[in-house]
């Protein structure tokens, strides 16, 4: 059970720790990467920049419902992330991650058996698309990403293709597929998952001039189990399904940001008494975009409802970037 | 002396796994939109002006049933290379396609897997006056198969085919076609055997030579019982090729070079099997294929691309396998 228990946190953590999430077009903030390849033919030229993340969460009897008073944790969190964006012509490639993200857990049921758990985490992803006739695109992605902590060593491995339209000079509808394959020594063999993702978008303007863009966007990952090594129990993954919407506009050079994003984890029929979980993020962004320098700040909170209990983490960051067209 | 319950278990994978590793863009009367497909027939390739090279990578993974528990893990992993040139009126295409496989499982049952799979194609294609195709090709399969027996054994099947095929351009948008392959298999547990598989389609395909295109196409192949007594001396068992009927369906479609294309094919296949592990018999096998695509297919230029793909065979056991491909390719 306790192995259950650590990749359970892994995965949960690969989810909270996902990029900005453009699924349809990029972002009006370049230094964010896109989510499926397709959308990266949309950007305006290429980009080089990078950004950092951190936040706190507490997990005490302020924030958990008065009929749970148990302490479940407290975390500290940071990261840096990088991207490199380059699309000389109908063709643009993305190389983005984050570095040496780590997070420190004091977890414990109570003070006699806290501990500080830590966990290191690097990922890259890399994404080639190609543009035709300005109005369809095709893109294929690699994703890596290593997992560290005391107990646990592991790699999550994806790959997938997607694609996009545009209609209307402003309507933009894309679809991907990726496969992901997760390896660790605590599993028989790997584990793998389909993960599906659509999505609409409405953009109007030119980022060097004034811009509007909304987006909505839904992402399926399958659910999915292994066996342990040497044990009779399974690792299982729940099926989590990604809601999210984001407005974002650039006004006279400043740059206003919105993101909701809703993920739930459905309950597992294996496991007795297994409940869904749900977890909901805001994210807002105020920046400066002139022609050549991005800079974005942004404030971030994220709500996670299990039964009546209730967790809530707060995140800072800020991206710096600079675009040519 | 190898026993026939050995051979009774073979019998499928002749077929199956072929089937496991092809891509289903029916190219038996006109060529598939998607480029890195591989060809059927030879004759169809030479309604296609455009000279390719491409790569395919797959992944895939799945489980196998018996009974109605899953006792064994399935992985595929593999690649495919496909070059077309076009010279004039000749048209040359080539294609090399392998796969490893990879069965988890505590405990075997009846019932064989594979371990390995290859495959080879070269063709060469002729346009007559404008409205008629001919073909040929040379085609090689070679596979490994792991043989659940009391003896479990790794099996070699290898078979050779010669292709010829032929298509006639009726109206302006309507293609029919057909072919014969004459199929020649050593087995390492069986004498030679040889059969001959017949193909016929029809295919409509509007907006020929545009960025913005619609094809379908339909066909059947049918391939006979082919038996082969032990001649005296042998230490061979007999060999026994089961008839099958596969149809296949495949639909593509073009917006501004963005292709989107869906297959379906189905196999049955006529054989008696008794699964020694549960007792159950089935006088015949099916297998289902689905696959979707999506590519950009530019006049000229870098192609890119992914689909994804289900299989599915059932006997007395089900075999379902998930899996995913991506593609790059260039037109010049």
Redesign the interface.
């Known amino acids: 059970m306790k192995n259950i228990l650590i990749f359970a946190t892994l995965l949960i953590f690969s989810s909270i720790n996902g990029v900005s999430a453009q699924v349809v077009t990029p972002s009006l903030d370049p230094t964010n990467p896109v989510e499926i390849a397709a959308a990266a033919s949309w950007r305006f030229g290429s980009t080089i920049g990078g950004g950092g993340k951190w936040g706190t969460q507490k997990s005490d009897g302020d924030q958990l419902d008065s009929s749970t008073q148990s302490d479940l944790s407290d975390m500290a969190f940071v990261n840096s992330s990088y991207i490199f964006a380059y699309q000389p012509t109908t063709v643009t490639f993305e190389i983005s991650g984050v570095v040496n993200e780590t997070d420190y857990q004091w977890d414990g049921s109570d003070s006699t058996s806290d501990s500080l758990t830590e966990y290191e985490k690097n990922e890259t992803n890399l994404k080639l698309a190609i543009r035709g006739n300005n109005q369809v695109s095709v893109g294929i992605e690699f994703q890596s990403e290593n997992y560290k902590d005391a107990s646990t060593d592991s790699k999550l491995t994806a790959y997938g293709g997607s694609f996009g339209m545009r209609f209307l000079d402003s309507i933009f509808i894309s679809g991907g597929l990726n496969r992901k394959t997760l390896k660790a020594d605590e599993f028989e063999s790997d584990l793998k998952w389909q993960e599906v993702i659509g999505g609409v978008a409405f953009q109007f303007g030119s980022p060097d001039q004034n811009m509007f863009k909304i987006e909505g966007a839904i992402k399926i990952e399958d659910k999915a189990k292994v066996n342990l090594s040497n044990s009779a129990l399974y690792y299982y993954r729940p099926k989590i399904t990604t809601t999210q919407g984001s407005i974002e506009t650039i006004l006279g050079g400043y740059l206003l940001s919105y993101r909701y994003r809703k993920i739930l984890f459905e309950a597992i029929d294996d496991i007795a008494l297994d409940r869904d979980r749900e977890e909901t993020r805001n994210r807002i962004g105020l920046g400066y975009r002139p022609t050549v320098l991005t800079m974005v700040l942004y404030g971030e909170t994220r709500i996670e409802m299990e039964d009546s209990n209730k967790y809530e983490t707060q995140y800072l960051g800020f991206n710096v970037s600079f675009s040519f067209m | 002396m190898i026993h026939n319950r050995l051979m009774q278990i073979l019998l499928g994978s002749t077929f199956i796994y072929s089937l496991l590793t092809i891509q289903l863009f029916g190219q038996v009367v006109t060529p598939s939109l998607n480029i890195i497909s591989k060809p059927i027939m030879p004759a169809a390739s030479s309604w296609s002006k455009l000279n390719s090279v491409g790569g395919e ?1 797959k ?1 895939g ?1 799945g489980k196998r049933k018996l009974d109605g528990n899953e006792i064994y ?1 399935l ?1 595929v992993e593999g690649s495919i290379g496909v070059v077309g040139l076009s010279i004039g009126n000749l048209d040359i295409d080539a294609y090399v396609d392998e796969a490893r496989f990879d069965t ?1 499982y505590d405990a075997t049952y009846d019932g064989d897997f594979i371990n390995d799979f290859s495959e080879t194609y070269v063709s060469f294609s002729l346009t007559g006056d404008g409205d008629v195709t001919v073909g040929a090709a040379i085609h090689e399969l070679a596979r490994s198969v792991f043989a659940v027996s009391d003896g479990d054994e790794d099996v070699s099947i290898k078979q050779s085919g010669l292709i010829g095929s032929f298509t006639v351009k009726v109206f302006e948008s309507v293609f029919l076609g057909g072919g014969v392959e004459r199929v020649s298999e050593t087995n390492s547990l069986s004498v030679d055997n040889e059969w001959t598989n017949a193909t016929g389609g029809i295919a409509f395909w509007f907006g020929q030579d545009t ?1 913005s295109q619609f094809r379908v196409e339909a066909s059947v192949t049918e391939s006979p019982k082919a038996e082969k007594e032990v001649d005296t001396g042998d230490t061979k068992n007999s060999a026994y090729h089961p008839s099958s009927r596969t149809n296949r369906i495949n639909v593509d479609l073009m ?4 292709l989107f294309s869906y297959s379906n094919i189905n196999q049955i296949t006529q054989q008696e099997i008794t699964n020694s592990s549960t007792g159950e018999s089935v006088d015949k096998s099916k297998t289902t294929i689905n696959e979707g695509s ?3 297919v ?1 006049e000229e230029g ?1 192609i ?5 793909k289900t299989f599915g065979y059932k006997e007395v056991y089900e075999d379902n396998i ?1 899996s ?1 491909k ?1 593609n ?1 390719g260039f037109i010049f």
Do not use: H, R, T
């Not at chain 2, 890119?304 to 994804?308: D, E, N």
């Open positions: 990578y992944d993974n893990d992985e988890k960025d917006m501004n070079g963005l999506v590519q950009w530019p870098m890119l691309g992914f689909a994804f998930d995913f991506i790059l």
